[in-house]
């Protein structure tokens, strides 16, 4: 089991940025791949970004490109989502996710955190 918390949501107006963690316990957390998701109200959860186990390998939504980042610190078991640039339409439940294999988040995370919400103001 692993269980993950994410923190550092908040209201921000267009333009502005916002780091977002997620704090990992349990297993070991350098042995599973990591990601955000987000949900805007009435849509389904959308992949944001993800990173591999060693913090090598990254990937991002079209949407996001350029102005997220994603990185991790496997000695403080976190996950970090910087975002810049952020638009009206980034506002959202913003969840943190985890898997055993990088090539299955995207789509199939197995542990999820308990969202944290990010307002865009324009």
């Known amino acids: 089991q692993v269980q993950l918390v994410e923190s550092g949501g908040g209201l921000v107006q267009a333009g502005g940025s916002l780091r977002l963690s997620c704090a990992a316990s349990?297993?070991?957390?350098?042995?599973?791949?990591m990601g955000w998701f987000r949900q805007a109200p009435g849509k389904t959860r959308t992949f944001v970004a993800r990173?591999?186990?060693?913090?090598?390998?990254?990937d991002y939504a079209d949407s996001v490109k350029g102005r997220f980042t994603i990185s991790r610190d496997n000695a403080k078991s976190t996950v970090y989502l910087q975002m810049n640039s952020l638009k009206p339409e980034d506002t959202a439940v913003y969840y943190c996710?985890?898997?055993?294999?990088?090539?299955?988040?995207?789509?199939?995370?197995?542990?999820w955190g308990q969202g944290t919400q990010v307002t865009v103001s324009s």
């Open positions: 996710a985890a898997a055993t294999a990088y090539s299955v988040l995207r789509t199939t995370p197995t542990y």
């Open positions: 349990g297993r070991t957390f350098s042995s599973y791949a």
């Open positions: 990173i591999s186990q060693s913090g090598g390998s990254t």
